[in-house]
């Protein structure tokens, strides 16, 4: 069924579908292990290496056999396109559309490709559009590369520049998937693209942002917006927001569920939300407790410092308010037989710059003095936008921490440099078949893996996980 030329709803999952995802009742799960096993491994790694070279060999014999016919089968979206996708943005009307294969990339001449070498964050890079929320979303989601694959339909760059792209309508509740060809709108006579910029010679988040143009009407209708709505609309999993209370009761922090405004079909903006108060305070223990379980189940976690009227602005500290960072790991480091210790919290900033410069920031005398806490939270000293702060000082500087509850289940997927495309495939597909089977990461994935709730996670005493509402 579609919703509009290009946007389409995506099937409901049969019975047999739910038995391949890992879901249904246990004992039929036990008797279909051996073969949704099979059939996962052999989706997720051997289809996709046998789809790149089936692609890497249909595009030599279409570049010499059929160049002189390229602009017949290429695709292109004439119903989404020109003054109509870039919306009410009079500066930028007047630009060239240009293919991606063709975009400034740098100095070297590499070939542009989907993927180059491993997702990171640092592939997302802000162009001229107020999109900082979702180009902080997709920076947070690109911790996890395999749940950026599961945006993207397509594995690697394909021959008619036709992608498609899979996103979570919220209001309507519902997986879509929209359609968009691989022109970029580009500075007039140039190959600079205006929105979106790639990172070295890779573009897939010009990809998504296009498809996320498409999903709210124009590029213009991405100026400004809600990081958390784009991570739901991005994973499809629950998200909700931490913020710190104001004043005398600042050392409390209270829960905020995103809620969306309006009925389905009421002519409503996609991402028309609110965030709803639940009436509770939450401690600094319990905070971290909270943050502690979700980074255990490889959710993502935001952390901001919003100023008066959301403005930005550079701290002594080394850090920018108003910027989003992500969560990569919360520890209590230095433990001796469950007592003392230090309670830590790993940051990345996806400029992969702007660091923390107090206690525990890279080069500090703290790691020095305690080199036993240094080892074993894996330190080093480099200027790549990774940095920890002991957590004290982490709940002293942000205000607003921003969690997706999410679904881990289907995080399999073939990864590859694409740059090597004679060796890549192979080489991705025989490590990830070793690491499926032998690793039993196939199984964990599928039948332990974390799926996305609406409850609050955190921990008991004990240091079991307690799952229910605050």
Known sequence: MSTREGVDVEATPTMVGTLCEGGGHPVAKTLAAPFVLTYRATRAYVQPCVGAYAGSLARAVSERLCCCFAGMWRY??????????????????DCDWVRVEELSAGSDEKPMVLYQGTIEPRDCVQGALGNCWLVSALACLAEHPGAVKRIILQNEKTIRGKYQVRFYDGKEKRFVIVTVDDLIPCKKGTKKPIYMQPHE??????????AMAKFMGSYSALDGGHGTWATHALTGDHVFMLKKRQGATSRYW???????????GDGRKKDAVF??????DIVRDKLFNILEQYNKIDSLIAVARVGKNGESKDENNGLVEGHLFSVISVRWAGRSFGVGGRRMVKIRNPWSSYEWKGPWGDGTKEWDKHPSIAKELGYENKNDGIFWM??????EYFNQ???CDRTTKNDLMLHYDQDFPCTGPIKGCLGGCFCFWVGCRGPRTIYCGHE????LREARACGCVKVGNT
Not at 204 to 209: H, S
Not at 254 to 264: D, E, L, S, Y
Not at 452 to 455: Q, V, W
């Open 452 to 455: 996305s709730t609406e409850e």
């Open 201 to 210: 010679n890779e573009f897939w988040p010009l990809i998504v942002e296009k």
């Open 401 to 403: 921490i921003s969690v």
């Open 254 to 264: 209270r829960r905020h569920n995103m809620k969306f405004i309006g009925k389905p």
């Open 390 to 395: 002991e957590f004290d000082d982490f709940v």
């Open 76 to 93: 292109e979206d004439k119903k989404w396109c020109g003054n109509a996708a870039i919306g009410d943005d009079p500066e930028h009307r």
């Open 275 to 280: 965030h709803k108060e639940v009436e509770e």
